[in-house]
């Protein structure tokens, strides 16, 4: 790995019969766990990881499929469910000695914790989400030419083979018009992390693609099913934000509390890589909810 975050041990920790996932662990005290987003590896955290790593012990993985972790071919439906992932992430946990921890992730990542929060409610002590809608929301809420601003998750969402062919033919310009357009300050991704965000993604089309896939998929499924049954966040649960709400016309603090009844709901005026543009904004909001 040529970059890495200072002051973290590195190690690959098995947590499937054929998924080994790169983790960095830093720190002492009680356990979080950090999950990046697209188009992104755990190295997002970077800024948030160091000052957290004061007293906590901080656990920031690359997701399976995604940085140096292994991207296993999508033979079944449920290979990239949050399900799954999330499922990833509890057993890397209890190998590393944490049976509970909080846990935070943003964008992809955090639909897997969303699911992880679901799926194990007493494992997740507390629970964070920066800048996505649980993935049943986002589909019903996205309609009419203000799709037109999530063009990729109608790409990805099409059967195996034309979404991959077509990313991986220009691999750069695709994963690089989102780190471009997300970014309200670009100097927050410096030239050598958007150029290693850009070689992990090169090296993970079809699994990144299965991970989108998925969320047109199975994981609708999964959430239809968790509100039939009244499933809900049990934990303490913060949410930060852009203001997709006055974007594209819902509620997005009464959509929330649907899923969590102890919420701690915000907006914020930075971009969608906020960890890496306002990393004290997401600090501080870290540990007011790891406070609760």
């Given at each position: 790995?040529?970059?890495?975050?200072?002051?973290?041990?590195?190690?690959?920790?098995?947590?499937?019969?054929?998924?080994?996932?790169?983790?960095?662990?830093?720190?002492?005290?009680?356990?979080?766990?950090?999950?990046?987003?697209?188009?992104?590896?755990?190295?997002?955290?970077?800024?948030?990881?160091?000052?957290?790593?004061?007293?906590?012990?901080?656990?920031?993985?690359?997701?399976?499929?995604?940085?140096?972790?292994?991207?296993?071919?999508?033979?079944?439906?449920?290979?990239?469910?949050?399900?799954?992932?999330?499922?990833?992430?509890?057993?890397?946990?209890?190998?590393?000695?944490?049976?509970?921890?909080?846990?935070?992730?943003?964008?992809?990542?955090?639909?897997?914790?969303?699911?992880?929060?679901?799926?194990?409610?007493?494992?997740?002590?507390?629970?964070?989400?920066?800048?996505?809608?649980?993935?049943?929301?986002?589909?019903?809420?996205?309609?009419?030419?203000?799709?037109?601003?999530?063009?990729?998750?109608?790409?990805m969402a099409q059967?195996?083979?034309?979404?991959?062919?077509?990313?991986?033919?220009?691999?750069?310009?695709?994963?690089?018009?989102?780190?471009?357009?997300?970014?309200?300050?670009?100097?927050?991704?410096?030239?050598?992390?958007?150029?290693?965000?850009?070689?992990?993604?090169?090296?993970?089309?079809?699994?990144?693609?299965?991970?989108?896939?998925?969320?047109?998929?199975?994981?609708?499924?999964?959430?239809?099913?968790?509100?039939?049954?009244?499933?809900?966040?049990?934990?303490?649960?913060?949410?930060?934000?852009?203001?997709?709400?006055?974007?594209l016309g819902y509620?997005?603090?009464?959509?929330?509390?649907?899923?969590?009844?102890?919420?701690?709901?915000?907006?914020?005026?930075?971009?969608?890589?906020?960890?890496?543009?306002?990393?004290?904004?997401?600090?501080?909001?870290?540990?007011?909810?790891?406070?609760?």
């Open positions: 790995m040529t970059i890495a975050i200072p002051g973290f041990d590195y190690q690959r920790v098995a947590v499937d019969d054929d998924v080994t996932v790169n983790v960095a662990v830093g720190g002492t005290g009680s356990p979080i766990v950090l999950l990046h987003g697209f188009p992104q590896t755990h190295l997002m955290w970077r800024h948030v990881a160091g000052d957290l790593a004061t007293d906590h012990t901080v656990i920031c993985p690359d997701l399976r499929g995604y940085g140096a972790s292994d991207k296993p071919e999508a033979r079944e439906a449920d290979t990239y469910s949050k399900r799954t992932m999330a499922a990833d992430i509890v057993t890397l946990a209890g190998k590393l000695g944490h049976e509970r921890f909080a846990l935070a992730g943003h964008d992809r990542g955090a639909l897997v914790a969303i699911r992880a929060g679901l799926d194990h409610p007493a494992t997740i002590t507390h629970l964070a989400v920066l800048d996505v809608l649980p993935t049943l929301d986002m589909w019903d809420i996205l309609h009419g030419s203000s799709a037109a601003v999530a063009f990729h998750l109608y790409l059967p195996p083979g034309l979404p991959e062919q077509m990313i991986s033919a220009s691999p750069d310009a695709f994963f690089g018009y989102f780190l471009d357009l997300w970014a309200k300050n670009p100097r927050a991704i410096p030239a050598d992390l958007r150029a290693e965000y850009l070689r992990a993604s090169r090296e993970a089309v079809p699994s990144i693609v299965a991970d989108y896939r998925a969320s047109a998929g199975i994981d609708i499924e999964h959430d239809r099913a968790d509100r039939a049954t009244g499933n809900r966040l049990p934990m303490p649960v913060t949410v930060v934000q852009q203001d997709w709400g006055a974007a509620d997005a603090a009464a959509l929330w509390h649907t899923w969590a009844a102890d919420l701690d709901h915000r907006t914020t005026s930075v971009g969608h890589f906020m960890a890496e543009e306002a990393p004290d904004e997401i600090v501080k909001a870290l540990r007011s909810l790891l406070a609760r």
